[in-house]
């Protein structure tokens, strides 16, 4: 039926220009061609944080709105002030007229991208291309893909004068990727009603492959919390011709490996729980699935989870985890250094807080010489709760995957990366990662070097969202 795990670490293996992917559509539609432009005009603009701006995105967004004949008074160009490059897009998709009973639905997606240096990528990241069935490009995957779904869609309903029976919010914003000014965070602040939806569509969720055979697919309602935090270490230095033992980079360095040495406990809650038990009835290998079942029914269970963490994706939905991700030090080639620093970036479970961890972290590090800062200021409850299941929104993802990939589980889940959604959720607007795009484990390498996304994946998610919009937004049958 699947793969065995033999063959899906065989698969994971390969090098991406080895990796050859099922071909996609041999002739587009029209809708898909449509698609196809919105997704490389989106890669093409250069919208990372450092060197990009997301305003020209999101402005030529905004003509293709116009230019479909939306009233000026629904596009919404949304800049925050002394901010000229974190331009944020809101379109209103109204319901048919006298008939709108419900409240909005929002389908979010972000524009900005992490940056890419054309030095580090065989290609140009910010060109997009298509080889061996993927696109390649800087944010094909992480979010460009489901933004030009989006906008593809919603103007296919205004082409075909679809009645909606509620309103329907897009909303393409800047620095998700945790740039100065993020774009929900803000519109939540200074544009609440526009922002204000029954639920969200966003990134998080999606379908899993174990080679080409599509696995589950998830539903994301939950999230992990991004916080870093600064770890220093200060001395008085001195000339280097004279080592004393108390160098600041050697203490740093000596707290990060105890930090990378160390484990947070097993923590699952109301998502991870469920998902450990129904993903492990189609995991393919016998053993990781006993072992989720085993750690589902009892989480300090310390065998099972050392055998479901031999899966990094499973490890980091099981726990807390915190990684070194930047580091710099010293002042001079013939000085001690006066100071270390590392940015350690850890990734919350929705049962803990900044306060444990840190905390966690003061004991791992033991060392009175190494202060640790905490570098963001999170609303107190940023992300925390998951998004109760909507009936609804289950049951339409649920038909629809039968319909589209056969009988498969839709199995709720919790991102281990972070998302808008975790804005959203701590002003009381549900989220859901949805996209109807499936992946092999680790496959699109978002934040990486030749970052893709299956070009087969990209139009079966183009036509998911727009199936699945519509069963959620069309007029209850009498």
Not at 65 to 88: M, Q, S, W, Y
Not at 108 to 120: F, N, P
Not at 319 to 337: E, I, K, M
């Amino acid at each position: 039926m699947f793969a065995g795990a033999s063959a899906l670490a065989a698969m994971l293996a390969l090098p991406v220009a080895a990796q050859v992917a099922p071909a996609g559509p041999a002739i587009l539609s029209s809708h898909q061609q449509l698609a196809r432009e919105v997704y490389k005009q989106l890669v093409e603009i250069n919208s990372s944080d450092s060197v990009g701006s997301v305003t020209n995105a999101a402005e030529a967004m905004a003509a293709r709105f116009r230019a479909a004949g939306f009233p000026a008074e629904d596009v919404h160009l949304l800049i925050p002030e002394g901010k000229p490059t974190k331009g944020n897009l809101v379109v209103l998709y109204h319901g048919k007229s006298g008939a709108v009973s419900r409240k909005p639905i929002m389908l979010l997606a972000h524009l900005d991208v992490v940056a890419a240096k054309r030095s580090d990528w065989p290609r140009d990241p910010f060109t997009l291309y298509e080889q061996n069935g993927y696109f390649l490009g800087r944010g094909t995957a992480d979010d460009k893909a489901m933004a030009a779904m989006f906008v593809a869609n919603v103007l296919r309903m205004k082409a075909e004068k679809y009645e909606s029976d509620r309103d329907i919010i897009l909303a393409l914003t800047a620095d998700e990727e945790g740039g100065p000014m993020n774009g929900v965070n803000w519109l939540i602040k200074t544009h609440r009603p526009l922002m204000d939806a029954a639920y969200a569509l966003n990134e998080g969720g999606g379908g899993t492959l174990v080679g080409d055979q599509p696995l589950f697919h998830s539903l994301g309602a939950a999230e992990k919390v991004y916080i870093d935090f600064t770890l220093t270490a200060v001395n008085t230095g001195g000339h280097s011709s004279v080592p004393r033992p108390d160098n600041a980079i050697y203490e740093l360095s000596d707290a990060l490996l105890k930090v990378a040495n160390f484990a947070f406990p097993v923590a699952l809650n109301d998502v991870t729980r469920p998902f450990f038990m129904e993903a492990a009835k189609v995991e393919p290998r016998v053993e990781i699935a006993a072992a989720m079942r085993a750690l589902a029914a009892n989480p300090s269970d310390a065998a099972a989870a050392a055998t479901v963490s031999q899966d990094q994706r499973y490890a980091s939905m099981m726990r807390t985890s915190c990684v070194a991700t930047r580091l710099a030090g010293g002042h001079a080639n013939n000085a001690l250094p006066q100071s270390a620093t590392a940015n350690v970036n850890c990734r919350v479970v929705p049962t803990s807080s900044t306060g444990e961890v840190m905390a966690t972290l003061e004991r791992v590090v033991r060392d009175t010489g190494i202060r640790i800062t905490l570098r963001d200021t999170l609303p107190a409850k940023f992300g925390r709760a998951p998004s109760p299941a909507d009936p609804q929104l289950l049951g339409a993802v649920t038909a629809l995957t039968e319909k589209m990939w056969g009988k498969i589980p839709v199995i709720p889940t919790m991102s281990t990366g972070a998302t808008d959604g975790a804005y959203l959720r701590a002003a009381g607007i549900p989220t859901y990662g949805v996209s109807g795009i499936f992946s092999q484990p680790g496959e699109s390498n978002a934040h990486g070097r030749d970052e893709k996304l299956r070009v087969k994946s990209f139009y079966e998610g183009l036509d998911f969202l727009d199936q699945l919009v519509r069963r959620l937004t069309a007029s209850p049958r009498t």
